[in-house]
């Protein structure tokens, strides 16, 4: 049932009088917060954020994301009318007498606004430009829409090859955003995760780019749902020179939060937590302040808007995450949890530092104002302070327990709304196939299982593609040889503490380095040192690093999926006589990384000592890989066997491979077999097989 | 750090005398004692303390009473509170667990256990006693209070000989002011500033001692750095009364003007700044960041033609300015 309309329609000329005011603040505030942007973007990428509209307005053969389709649906609204587009003529001398070459019948995109951290104190210098493209559905076909989205992922990928960086477009629909659904524009799992949240997120934080401005911008703070589509009823018959009506989208109103929803949004920053724990841990505080705190405290986005007319430049106040620090402190003061304030302080600290790789900040930028200020109210002595200012040279194991600090917090708070919203259905307001993949990507970053190997730090991933790594082996205390991977500098090896990672075999640290992207094919990148009387030499030793680099991440991202709560095995990698030393060549060992379509990886290992003959060893070798692969999905999964010994030999290789083919030749026959005999019906018939298994032992 | 104030409560005298005697020994020199709980009780609700020790065993009213009491009152749900006995029994421990004690401490009193449980309690509670230095340097205060300028210099010379402190010389520096010994005061401020490069009351004292030897060039710039810390330390006031004070010195100054515009802007007084960086334009035209400054106050006041113009002033008095760049390309791109 739609609201009654708590009063009478608002006067024409006062409706006029007021979006016209509150534009001028608006404005103000929406310069204010591109001052933040370009404060924090390197020089070598401003002519990207400069030309980006200009690439969603034009489809040009000389041009970035251009498609060769009239049909490609491009142009955006009132282009003509944004200072882009005044950049985009300056950059390009387009002249006075071309412009209307520019002047498209029909713009498809409505608006474009960046959301998220851009222009904020979250801003880094690696930040992602995260833009919505609001468009009206209603408007294009099909296959324009499929146009749409080939033109963006062009211009996306057009960022990360020219540029270096991220760029994502996410295409929302008009009415889309107005019912707060936004099931077609985010990741696996977060569908239907967050409607509001992200509207408010999407209020609390947006820059206008080019196209309408939302009206939300415009009317006043605190309007229900009635009096917000009065206000815009009343707006849209108004026209004349100073107010054009078409200037302004209604993007829909947001009065509060759901609390439903809230579990939902936690879930999903867990699964975030991955990524980011800093950055989860304060969205997810914030999302347990709304759950918790929202009656009495309102919702961010209305407080930032009612606070626009005081914007002012170069200034931490009023910065959207500025709010949002406040608000996730407070949640823990509010709780009166000591160690929760404690960690969110720390959280806010280095997420202002630039985690997770901090570095140093300006002289008088708003980001040291407000740590100062920080810094001054929370009582910290130096020496807290010295702590988190040292975060980079933290060891690997202080910052994964560090992280794991922030999980817990993140896994309490959970809890905490899980038992206040109670039973039975405390996630009804999310698609339950979203709900297993939520569950099933926490478990497949969280859970423990015997093999499997762990993830980095956050730290490490961020600087992946600056990380130089030396890999070595040394004695343990046992003295037992155990391989490690270090930190740029050989040096370090002569401290055990400032390993990166140990293991006692050689395949496992490498598997640790490609799941971690770690490498990504420089072989400047990685040292191996010399190790006297190792089996394996630094040239092999890269060598199989290449070749598990290769088969692991060659098409760039695996299939992962994790609708399943088992997931079916993805990749077999079989490396033959790795570790050991074998003078006669003889094939002793075997080590198998095997990966799953969740994206885990695990180790393990087949000693082979104890069998008497090569073929017997091949065929040990190949059942193993056997017990992978036949759990595999038809046809998606792949295998590789690698010759780690000082002599290869082809031999070996292909008698493993002739036996995965007998395997999965019977198995295949098998199915054959099944089919023909029809559905099975008893338990004994799921034993009968095509073909026999080749049985040697 | 501050002074710990204690409440003993034993109604053996030689008991109480004993805990006194470790605690002055300590260094703790607010110490209250009672012979009942219930005068105890009375003292707590007029008095603020820091931590409280009972006996256990009294007559009318046991130490346990007494926390029971003490805990239930909001107020002082965080108060430390110890019980001292000679025999505590496990149902004795489990009872004080239950009603809320601090620690427990065992009679006779030793005074190793004294310092290691106060030493805890501070430590939660950010308090501690004082050390001998703090003690002196107490001394030294309350002689300067009572203006006994020579006693209380004897003791801050001292003082500077076991080690030194930026606090200690700004004394000195303000007995040898008050004895008209500016030289002497402005040496004392300088040692001040350089342990404690951010002490704006050192440099705001010797640009003071400058200004009556005659010398307002460098009674403007210890003024100015005074000015300067104050306003980024926030404290606007402090500030504004500094930078009054150097216009007076010479009405010629720059910085001043400036300076007085980004308070009155922190204020929200546009047209007040807009008054003091056009005076500080007339002073020096060619000055990229008033015209910075100027440029923000309009963009406050939701004027972003006029700001334009400004930041465009800037860019071209200091083609390398990065910020009015920016800036003023911001104000290029949000146009709508």
């Known amino acids: 049932m739609p609201e009654k309309p708590r009063h009478n329609k608002p006067d024409p000329a006062f409706v006029k009088e007021k979006i016209l005011l509150n534009r001028k603040y608006f404005i103000a505030y929406n310069i204010a917060r591109l001052r933040e942007l370009l404060r924090y973007i390197p020089e070598e990428k401003l002519d990207l954020f400069h030309s980006i509209p200009f690439l969603l307005h034009t489809n040009s053969p000389d041009l970035p994301g251009y498609l060769d389709d009239p049909l490609t649906p491009h142009g955006i609204y009132r282009f003509f009318h944004s200072g882009f587009w005044e950049f985009a003529k300056k950059r390009l001398r387009i002249k006075r007498e071309d412009v209307h070459t520019f002047v498209l019948k029909r713009s498809y995109i409505r608006g474009l606004y960046l959301m998220g951290s851009s222009g904020t104190l979250g801003q880094t210098e690696y930040s992602d430009f995260d833009y919505w493209v609001v468009i009206d559905k209603d408007s294009l076909s099909e296959t324009q829409l499929a146009l749409l989205r080939q033109k963006l992922d062009r211009i996306e990928d057009w960022s990360k090859e020219t540029y270096g960086h991220e760029l994502n477009f996410f295409v929302v629909d008009l009415e889309q955003i107005r019912q707060n659904d936004f099931s077609e524009i985010h990741e696996e799992g977060s569908r239907t995760a967050q409607k509001s949240l992200l509207k408010e997120e999407f209020y609390l934080t947006f820059i206008m780019i080019a196209g309408q401005i939302p009206f939300w911008a415009v009317l006043p703070p605190g309007l229900n749902d009635a009096e917000h589509r009065c206000w815009i009823e009343t707006a849209s018959l108004l026209s004349d020179d100073n107010f054009v009506c078409d200037d302004y989208v209604d993007l829909g109103n947001l009065t509060s939060i759901k609390r439903e929803e809230c579990l939902g949004g936690v879930l999903w920053q867990i699964c975030k937590a991955q990524q980011d724990p800093v950055k989860s841990l304060i969205k997810t505080s914030l999302v347990a302040h709304h759950f918790f705190f929202q009656e009495q405290e309102g919702l961010l986005s209305d407080m930032m808007k009612k606070r626009f007319p005081e914007r002012r430049l170069d200034s931490y106040l009023l910065d959207p995450y500025a709010l949002v620090f406040e608000k996730a402190t407070r949640l823990y003061d509010l709780m009166d949890d000591k160690d929760g304030l404690d960690l969110i302080r720390q959280c806010i600290y280095l997420r202002l530092t630039g985690y997770p790789v901090p570095s140093e900040l300006a002289e008088n930028s708003p980001k040291r104002q407000i740590l100062k200020r920080y810094v001054k109210a929370w009582s910290w002595s130096s020496d807290q302070i010295d702590r988190l200012q040292s975060y980079p040279v933290w060891t690997e194991n202080e910052k994964l327990q560090f992280e794991d600090r922030i999980i817990n917090k993140i896994s309490f708070l959970y809890k905490l709304i899980l038992r206040a919203a109670g039973k039975p259905e405390p996630f009804m307001d999310m698609a339950s196939e979203d709900l297993a993949v939520l569950k099933n990507r926490i478990a497949s970053h969280f859970k423990k299982k015997p093999g499997k190997l762990p993830l980095c730090s956050a730290y490490l991933r961020a600087k992946q593609d600056r990380c130089s790594l030396s890999i070595g082996c040394r004695d343990d205390s046992s003295g037992a040889k155990i391989w490690a991977v270090y930190d740029h500098t050989p040096s370090d090896c002569a401290d055990n503490k400032a390993a990166l990672f140990v293991a006692p075999e050689l395949l496992r640290v490498l598997g640790w380095i490609v799941l971690n992207r770690l490498y990504k094919g420089d072989p400047s990148s990685i040292v191996f040192q010399r190790v006297p009387k190792s089996p394996i030499s630094p040239k092999r030793a890269e060598r199989l690093l290449k070749a598990l680099a290769r088969f692991f991440f060659s098409n760039e991202m695996p299939r992962l999926n994790y609708m399943r709560s088992d997931p079916p095995w993805l990749k077999v990698f079989v490396s033959l006589g790795t570790d050991i030393f074998a003078p006669d060549n003889v094939l002793r060992s075997v080590d198998y990384l095997v990966q799953n379509t969740w994206g885990e990886m695990f180790f393990c290992a087949l000693d082979l000592e104890h069998i008497e003959n090569d073929f017997l060893r091949c065929y040990e070798t190949a059942k193993r890989a056997w017990h992978y692969l036949q759990k595999a999905l038809p046809g998606e999964s792949e295998y590789r066997i690698y010759d780690s010994r000082a002599i290869e030999d082809t031999t070996t290789t292909k008698t493993i491979e002739d036996f995965i083919k007998s395997f999965r030749e019977s198995g295949a026959e098998h199915l054959k077999a099944r089919e023909a005999q029809g559905p099975e019906k008893t338990a004994t018939g799921r034993n009968g097989r095509g073909r026999p298994l080749l049985d040697l032992l | ?336």
């Open chain 2, 1 to 336: 750090m501050k002074k710990m104030a204690f409440l003993i409560v034993d109604d053996n005298s030689v008991a109480l005398r004993e805990i006194s005697d470790i605690l002055k020994y300590l260094g703790h020199k607010e110490l209250h004692g009672s012979n009942t709980a219930s005068e105890a009780w009375a003292m707590l609700r007029i008095k603020e303390f820091d931590c409280v020790i009972s006996a256990w065993d009294m007559p009318e009213m046991t130490g346990l009473a007494l926390l029971k009491i003490v805990r239930n009152d909001d107020r002082y749900v965080n108060l430390p509170f110890y019980l001292s006995d000679s025999a505590f029994t496990p149902p004795k421990v489990v009872d004080a667990g239950r009603s809320g004690v601090t620690g427990l401490i065992v009679k006779p009193y030793d005074t190793e256990i004294i310092k290691e449980k106060v030493a805890t309690m501070a430590e939660i509670t950010g308090m501690a006693a004082p050390t001998e230095a703090e003690m002196s340097l107490e001394e030294g205060m309350t002689l300067l209070e009572g203006q006994d300028y020579e006693g209380a210099l004897k003791v801050f010379e001292k003082l500077i000989e076991e080690g030194e402190s930026a606090e200690v010389y700004y004394n000195i520096g303000y007995i040898k002011t008050s004895q008209k010994k500016y030289q002497e005061a402005i040496e004392a401020f300088r040692k001040a500033t350089q342990l404690d490069r951010l002490f704006a009351k050192a440099y705001e004292a010797m640009g003071r001692a400058y200004k009556a030897v005659g010398q307002p060039k460098k009674a403007e710039e210890s003024l100015h750095k005074a000015a300067d810390i104050y306003m980024s330390s926030e404290k606007d006031e402090n500030a504004e009364e500094i930078l009054n004070e150097i216009l007076e010195l010479g009405p010629d100054t720059v910085n001043v003007y400036n300076s007085l515009g980004i308070l009155c802007r922190k204020k929200g007084d546009h047209q007040g700044a807009l008054k003091h960086y056009k005076k500080a334009l007339k002073i020096h035209p060619d000055e990229a960041n008033i015209y910075y400054n100027i440029g923000r106050i309009y963009i406050d006041l939701k004027n972003p033609q006029t700001a334009e113009t400004y930041f465009r002033t800037a860019l071209r008095k200091d083609p390398g300015f990065k910020e009015a760049r920016q800036v003023l390309n911001a104000i290029e791109l949000g146009t709508l």
